[in-house]
Nanobody
Framework: QVQLAESGGGLVQAGGSLRLSCAASGRTYSPISMAWFRQAPGKGREFVAVISWSDGRTNYADSVRGRFTISRDNAKNTMYLQMNNLGPDDTGVYYC????????????????WGQGTQVTVSS
Protein backbone atom coordinates (compact mmCIF):
# COMPACT_ATOMS: atom_id res chain seq x y z
CA GLN A 1 0.00 0.00 0.00
CA VAL A 2 1.23 3.49 -0.85
CA GLN A 3 0.38 6.49 1.27
CA LEU A 4 0.52 10.06 0.06
CA ALA A 5 0.53 12.99 2.45
CA GLU A 6 0.17 16.61 1.43
CA SER A 7 1.30 19.58 3.45
CA GLY A 8 1.86 23.29 3.00
CA GLY A 9 -1.65 24.59 2.47
CA GLY A 10 -2.97 27.66 4.21
CA LEU A 11 -4.47 31.10 3.88
CA VAL A 12 -2.73 33.65 1.68
CA GLN A 13 -3.63 36.98 0.16
CA ALA A 14 -4.06 37.41 -3.56
CA GLY A 15 -0.70 37.79 -5.24
CA GLY A 16 1.03 35.70 -2.61
CA SER A 17 2.78 32.33 -2.81
CA LEU A 18 2.57 28.90 -1.24
CA ARG A 19 4.58 25.72 -1.61
CA LEU A 20 2.82 22.39 -1.29
CA SER A 21 4.60 19.12 -0.59
CA CYS A 22 3.50 15.54 -1.15
CA ALA A 23 5.44 12.79 0.57
CA ALA A 24 5.04 9.19 -0.56
CA SER A 25 5.55 6.33 1.87
CA GLY A 26 4.72 2.67 2.28
CA ARG A 27 5.97 -0.20 0.18
CA THR A 28 8.83 0.40 -2.24
CA TYR A 29 7.21 2.21 -5.10
CA SER A 30 8.44 4.09 -8.10
CA PRO A 31 5.49 5.86 -9.64
CA ILE A 32 5.52 6.70 -13.29
CA SER A 33 3.66 9.97 -12.79
CA MET A 34 2.64 12.12 -9.89
CA ALA A 35 0.20 14.96 -10.17
CA TRP A 36 -1.64 17.71 -8.37
CA PHE A 37 -5.37 18.13 -8.65
CA ARG A 38 -7.63 20.62 -6.92
CA GLN A 39 -11.28 20.88 -6.03
CA ALA A 40 -13.03 24.17 -5.45
CA PRO A 41 -16.21 24.33 -3.37
CA GLY A 42 -19.14 22.97 -5.36
CA LYS A 43 -16.98 21.91 -8.30
CA GLY A 44 -15.38 18.76 -9.55
CA ARG A 45 -11.78 17.80 -9.09
CA GLU A 46 -9.58 19.29 -11.80
CA PHE A 47 -6.08 18.69 -13.07
CA VAL A 48 -3.40 21.19 -12.07
CA ALA A 49 0.02 19.76 -12.95
CA VAL A 50 1.80 16.46 -13.55
CA ILE A 51 5.41 15.33 -13.48
CA SER A 52 7.07 12.22 -14.82
CA TRP A 53 9.02 10.57 -12.05
CA SER A 54 11.71 9.21 -14.35
CA ASP A 55 12.63 12.15 -16.57
CA GLY A 56 10.96 15.14 -14.96
CA ARG A 57 8.71 16.01 -17.89
CA THR A 58 5.91 18.29 -16.78
CA ASN A 59 2.54 19.48 -17.95
CA TYR A 60 0.23 22.12 -16.57
CA ALA A 61 -3.36 23.21 -16.80
CA ASP A 62 -3.68 26.40 -18.81
CA SER A 63 -5.05 28.21 -15.77
CA VAL A 64 -1.82 27.77 -13.79
CA ARG A 65 0.86 27.64 -16.47
CA GLY A 66 3.49 30.31 -15.82
CA ARG A 67 2.45 30.70 -12.17
CA PHE A 68 2.84 27.20 -10.73
CA THR A 69 5.88 24.94 -10.86
CA ILE A 70 5.80 21.21 -10.15
CA SER A 71 8.98 19.42 -9.13
CA ARG A 72 10.12 16.25 -7.42
CA ASP A 73 12.91 14.92 -5.24
CA ASN A 74 13.35 11.28 -6.14
CA ALA A 75 15.61 10.55 -3.17
CA LYS A 76 12.99 11.83 -0.74
CA ASN A 77 9.98 10.43 -2.64
CA THR A 78 8.52 13.89 -2.43
CA MET A 79 6.74 16.08 -4.95
CA TYR A 80 6.27 19.82 -4.70
CA LEU A 81 4.03 22.50 -6.11
CA GLN A 82 5.32 26.05 -5.98
CA MET A 83 2.38 28.40 -6.45
CA ASN A 84 3.04 32.06 -7.20
CA ASN A 85 0.76 35.00 -7.93
CA LEU A 86 -2.18 33.23 -6.37
CA GLY A 87 -5.70 34.46 -6.97
CA PRO A 88 -9.10 33.72 -5.42
CA ASP A 89 -9.83 31.24 -8.23
CA ASP A 90 -6.98 29.10 -6.93
CA THR A 91 -8.88 28.43 -3.70
CA GLY A 92 -9.68 24.80 -3.06
CA VAL A 93 -8.49 21.52 -1.65
CA TYR A 94 -5.31 20.39 -3.35
CA TYR A 95 -4.70 16.68 -3.75
CA CYS A 96 -1.61 14.82 -4.81
CA UNK A 97 -2.00 11.62 -6.77
CA UNK A 98 0.21 8.90 -8.16
CA UNK A 99 -0.16 6.35 -10.91
CA UNK A 100 1.92 3.66 -12.50
CA UNK A 101 0.47 3.79 -15.98
CA UNK A 102 2.03 6.78 -17.68
CA UNK A 103 1.84 10.54 -18.01
CA UNK A 104 -1.79 11.36 -17.26
CA UNK A 105 -4.03 14.30 -16.50
CA UNK A 106 -7.31 12.51 -15.82
CA UNK A 107 -8.64 11.97 -12.30
CA UNK A 108 -9.98 8.48 -12.97
CA UNK A 109 -6.60 7.15 -14.08
CA UNK A 110 -4.88 7.80 -10.75
CA UNK A 111 -5.01 5.04 -8.17
CA UNK A 112 -3.30 6.63 -5.21
CA TRP A 113 -4.49 9.82 -3.52
CA GLY A 114 -3.59 11.94 -0.54
CA GLN A 115 -6.10 13.36 1.90
CA GLY A 116 -5.81 16.89 0.51
CA THR A 117 -4.64 20.21 1.85
CA GLN A 118 -6.72 23.39 1.91
CA VAL A 119 -5.54 26.46 0.03
CA THR A 120 -7.51 29.65 0.56
CA VAL A 121 -6.69 32.84 -1.30
CA SER A 122 -8.31 36.01 -0.06
CA SER A 123 -8.93 38.96 -2.35
Amino acid sequence: QVQLAESGGGLVQAGGSLRLSCAASGRTYSPISMAWFRQAPGKGREFVAVISWSDGRTNYADSVRGRFTISRDNAKNTMYLQMNNLGPDDTGVYYCAARSGGFGTTVSTYGYWGQGTQVTVSS
